[in-house]
């Protein structure tokens, strides 16, 4: 199964700012969880939820006006589950050049009608980049893994 990212572009409007005057992050979350759902029902082929969103990182704020793009790529799948990295770049509208804005991992998994797990297709790790991209969402699995049991006695 050939795994291409999934690309929205768009352009930021006035509904999305927050009180700075920029995009607020609560549009940008929901662009991502957007593009990660859209990502995981099209290698899953089935309805997905998200489990897990992780490490949100903004780097730089989105102004209003410019041209957003947020890709979608898997970079690790388990039984049922499918990891997804999340870029979000911004222009302006006179620049050419997209510049990284934010990044996250998403995590969902494949569910029937009754909310039971499904199996999704392995994804295969092809070039070095991939392998690259696996064994990080392997690295952060282990890192959750360790948060969780951390959270534990608070929640």
């Given at each position: 199964?050939?795994?291409?990212?999934?690309?929205?572009?768009?352009?930021?409007?006035?509904?999305?700012?927050?009180?700075?005057?920029?995009v607020?992050?609560?549009?940008?979350?929901?662009?991502?969880?957007?593009?990660?759902?859209?990502?995981?029902?099209?290698?899953?082929?089935n309805?997905?939820?998200?489990?897990?969103?992780?490490?949100?990182?903004?780097?730089?704020?989105?102004?209003?006006?410019?041209?957003?793009?947020?890709?979608?790529?898997?970079?690790?799948?388990?039984?049922?589950?499918?990891?997804?990295?999340?870029?979000?770049?911004?222009?302006?509208?006179?620049?050419?050049?997209?510049?990284?804005?934010?990044?996250?991992?998403?995590?969902?998994?494949?569910?029937?009608?009754?909310?039971?797990?499904?199996?999704v297709?392995?994804?295969?790790?092809?070039?070095?980049?991939?392998?690259?991209?696996?064994?990080?969402?392997?690295r952060?699995?282990?890192?959750?893994?360790?948060?969780?049991?951390e959270?534990?006695?608070?929640?």
């Open positions: 199964m050939e795994n291409k990212p999934i690309t929205f572009q768009f352009i930021s409007e006035p509904s999305d700012v927050n009180y700075g005057g920029n607020h992050g609560g549009s940008v979350m929901k662009w991502i969880d957007q593009a990660g759902y859209a990502c995981a029902t099209t290698w899953s082929g309805y997905s939820v998200t489990v897990y969103v992780g490490g949100i990182r903004f780097y730089e704020p989105i102004k209003i006006g410019e041209i957003v793009k947020v890709e979608a790529q898997v970079i690790y799948t388990g039984s049922s589950s499918m990891h997804i990295a999340i870029n979000v770049f911004s222009r302006n509208l006179k620049q050419p050049k997209f510049d990284k804005k934010t990044h996250c991992i998403i995590v969902f998994v494949a569910v029937d009608e009754n909310g039971k797990k499904l199996p297709p392995k994804w295969i790790p092809e070039t070095e980049d991939d392998k690259q991209k696996e064994q990080y969402a392997i952060l699995m282990q890192l959750r893994t360790q948060i969780e049991d959270m534990k006695p608070f929640l």
